[in-house]
């Protein structure tokens, strides 16, 4: 019996990829780089979680444009950049939650399940999209974050800390993705998982997951946990 439901962030919550990614292209202008991402591109740079990890994979394609010893400090600045930057725009509304999402929450707290985060994205990411989205914080008994798991999905580490604080065994929590990276960190964790892949993970495997949908709009609680 699921006594826990664990949420991704990024594509599950809300379609935020869009707003990462112009976030991304002002910072790079900002710090006077050439650097431009379109959508195909990131589309094909999100198999790279984390936005520190995504610029360096990135770099590495385009090593002329910053000398290798200049890398780790850019790249630092330009992540609390676009983090100040992102923070912004969601935390004063400029995506909405994906359908079904707010009333999965609200079934799921009336029938007595924990909740719980375990995202890819910086912790002031999260809260400033629940600030901009209506969600309430204290909701959620645990959010896992990259500032707490620095190693990203695919590996287990997010979920495996999850678990550990809310002392519950893997077979009784339901992680709920987006994307084949989200999948594939839930089952390395031994979570079984649901997928609904958003705009940048139409074409995402999802291999492993139980269950794929193409929004929660019609999906029900016992759908999810029945
Ligand atoms: C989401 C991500 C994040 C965001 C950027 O993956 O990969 O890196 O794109 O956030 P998931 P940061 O939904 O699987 O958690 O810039 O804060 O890293
Ligand atoms: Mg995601």
Redesign the pocket.
Known sequence: LTQALIF?????LAET?DC?RRAFNQTFAEFGLKWQWDPPLYGAL?KV????E?MRAFWHRHPHAVPADALDELIAGM?RR??EIYTQWVASGAVALRPGIARLIAEARAAGLRLAIA????RA?VMALMAGTGLNPAWFETMAC?DDAPV??PAPLVYALVLSRLGLAAPLCLAI???S??VRAAQAAGIPVVMSPSAFTQGDNPAGAKAVWPDFGGVSLAMLVG
Not at 119 to 122: E, F, G, I, N, P
């Open positions: 991704d962030v990024d594509g599950t990829e990462h999100l979680s984390g936005g520190k995504r992540h676009k983090t995202t890819t994205t910086t990411n990259s990203k999905k993705e987006d994307s990276n989200g």
